[in-house]
């Protein structure tokens, strides 16, 4: 006897699964490039801010001093959340011993219908848990990179408040 909704089902949710372990897979390659661009950033920042420091003997002022130090906050929340996307999740995944039910021999005597079904069951379990972390990791990677590109912006108008020789208190 062919089941052929329970097919069709098992179908999509094989390929359903398949999308949401590659959209965890982008979002973590996501957070890991916000981590490399927010960190490379940080250390060309900070030895500008060094350089700052230095010139011609004088003290940066008061605001392009804050305006770096909120530049460099920016970019290291951006590197947290960035490394947040990537930390363990609690994903759910079918476990051996929830199949070992299905391997008695009489089970396999039976039409699979039910093992479908039970199965199929399992992966919409999945198929949700996973779903709602990848939400959450994602909208953590949204706030990482806008955190990325406000720290830059922010950055850039201290660098271009100290090459115009701003002197502002």
């Known amino acids: 006897m062919t089941d052929t909704t329970g ?5 999509e949710l094989q390929e359903t699964m398949a999308a949401e372990r590659a959209k965890k897979s982008t979002v973590e390659a996501k957070g890991l490039s916000v ?3 927010s960190g490379a950033l940080l250390t060309i920042l900070l030895g500008f ?10 003290r940066p002022s ?3 001093v804050l305006v770096l130090t909120v530049g460099m906050a920016l970019l290291a929340l951006a590197c947290l959340l960035g490394i947040a996307c990537n930390l363990p999740g ?3 995944e ?5 199949l070992l039910s299905m391997t008695p021999v009489s089970v396999w005597r039976e039409d699979g219908a039910d093992a479908r079904r039970e199965l199929s069951l399992a992966h919409l379990e999945i198929i949700t848990q996973w779903r709602r972390l990848n939400e ?7 706030v990482a990179i806008l955190l990325e590109v406000l720290g830059i912006f922010v950055v850039g108008g201290a660098v271009v408040a100290v090459a115009a020789g701003y002197q502002g208190h």
Not at 7 to 11: M, Y
Not at 49 to 58: H, K, N
Not at 136 to 142: A, H, K, P, S, V
């Open 7 to 11: 097919d069709a089902l098992r179908g």
């Open 35 to 37: 981590i490399s661009t």
């Open 49 to 58: 801010a060094a350089l700052v420091g230095l010139r011609d003997g004088e």
């Open 62 to 64: 008061s605001t392009v």
């Open 90 to 92: 609690r994903y759910l």
């Open 94 to 98: 079918l476990q051996p011993e929830s």
């Open 136 to 142: 959450i990791r994602g909208w953590m990677l949204l």
